[in-house]
């Protein structure tokens, strides 16, 4: 049995504790003993199912009430999990079959286990001869034994939120995950006697799956996962959930706490109670000076520890954890000089109120090593591309072409972000390498173009995506695209592009060759809402042609008038 193994079947359920799932609405809790002995009844029904060590498994569920035992007993049967992307109420299902059965081939699945909420795709996979099977039915096994596993065993097959829509997954194995709950455990000073873990995150994305469903599960501590739909229909949600359960570490991408912030503010005096709050993580995008300031600001009446923020760096490829900030510290920004770093990759501090300001994100982790490209790790605020290595780093993708090494020279792998290390030895991120914007010379990060974007009136907050046009065979040129409610208001979009050019060029001294408005919820986006730029491109592309039109079309028009 692998260590990872041990921890979730005989350690974690000797705890008493467990797992508080169905919120709002019908609220169970379970015990992780409970919810192991189920796990057991399923892996009789996997073992009939000829699920075997080795083997991959898809799982397309939301509720995390099934997913806790269907997943242990994946693992116990030695096998794999790969958690499904979610159809939408209004997908296009033949185009999520697509996509899905391409990463089911990808990994080569002996079976796919669906729950309640996704039923209407049984025929889908039924139509393409696919082994699948209800959640339900699983639960209706014999109770069985767990086989061997060893510690380089694969126990996820984590699909990446990456900008394209070519499937990739990252192999976590269980030496991997052992490492990242030792390390998790350490820096956030949990303690499974008397934490709880409140989350509202999807829980097939890593922040949501590592963080708040299987670390809880493997050490034992007390756990409240709600479906995320449930946070997205009313983010009273997660304030309710934290002061009903005394709450003490919860976790969110930044635009999640920017609405936290803003329903606080419009809420009563004494609607919650956040004092038990000890550790608020901000992660999965960058964190924002101005939604931590609102956070802390709004949260005060209502007892929340201006100390409780903690901002962390991480990624699937490092099963989830690189560094965290300080506990019980708070979040700290560096103020740098944004042009020295376009023009010398040098992140000199800067007193200038205007300065750029990045989170502090901590030191690495215990067990992870961070250097910035492949110079002196100690050479301090010199901005390169970011590296990391530890044993809670994974060793390789599965493409549809086979396993690729993630790791380079003496087992570094390459994150593709850019940023620094500061004189303490903390981590600061700037931005994705890949998507840089380059103009005359110089270095911008689109996220910095698109906290611009969205001080503009009528900008939709955390709704702007910059890219470069190099995609579209325009040098040296970006466009900006965002969301407005009133999208379809000529009036309203034309005054939302000039000013969204005007702000830009006020922070940049350069313009975007085009601004485009689009409705709500329709610029694309990952599971995870991290932007797809690839994607955007493609609106912007459609724009540029349809102006291209228009200037020919008034051009013959005027050689043709008299």
Partial sequence: MSRFTHDVFVAAPASGKGLVTGE???PVRRTWQEIHGIARRMAGALAAAGVNPGDAVGVLMGEPAGIAPTIQAIWMRGASVTMLHQPGPRAD???WAEDTFAVLDMIGAKLVVVGDVFLRTMPLFEAKAAPVVSADALAEGAALEPVECGEDDIAFL????????????????HRNLH????????ASKLDPRDDVLVSWLPLFHDMGMIGFLVLPMQVGAEAVCAAPGEFLRSPRLWPSLIAKYRGTMTAGPNFAYALLARYLRAAADGAFDLSSLRFALSGAEPVDHATVAAVLETGARFGLDSTAFVAAYGMAEATLAISFSETGAGVQFDAVDQAVIERESHAAISADQAARRLAKLGKPVPGIEIRVGDGDSAKVRTV????????????????PSGKRSLLGDDGWFSTGDMGYVTETGEVVVCGRLKDMIIVAGRNIFPGDIERAACRVDGVRQGNAIAVALAAAGIREEFAVVVEAGDSADSE????IKSDVSDAVYAAFGVSPRLVSVVPPRSLPKTPSGKPKRSATIAIVETELAMLHGANSQRQQESVGSP
């Avoid at 984590?158 to 194995?173: H, N, R, Y």
């Avoid at 390169?384 to 493409?399: F, M, P, Q």
């Fill in 492 to 495: 309203s979009s034309a005054r």
């Fill in 179 to 186: 490492e990242n709950a030792a390390a998790m455990v350490s």
């Fill in 93 to 95: 299902l033949d185009a």
């Fill in 158 to 173: 984590q699909l990446t939120s990456g900008s394209t829509g070519l499937p990739k997954a990252v192999a976590i194995s």
């Fill in 24 to 26: 709002p609405h019908r």
């Fill in 384 to 399: 390169g591309e970011l590296k990391i290595r530890g044993d809670a780093v994974s060793r390789y993708y599965l493409t």
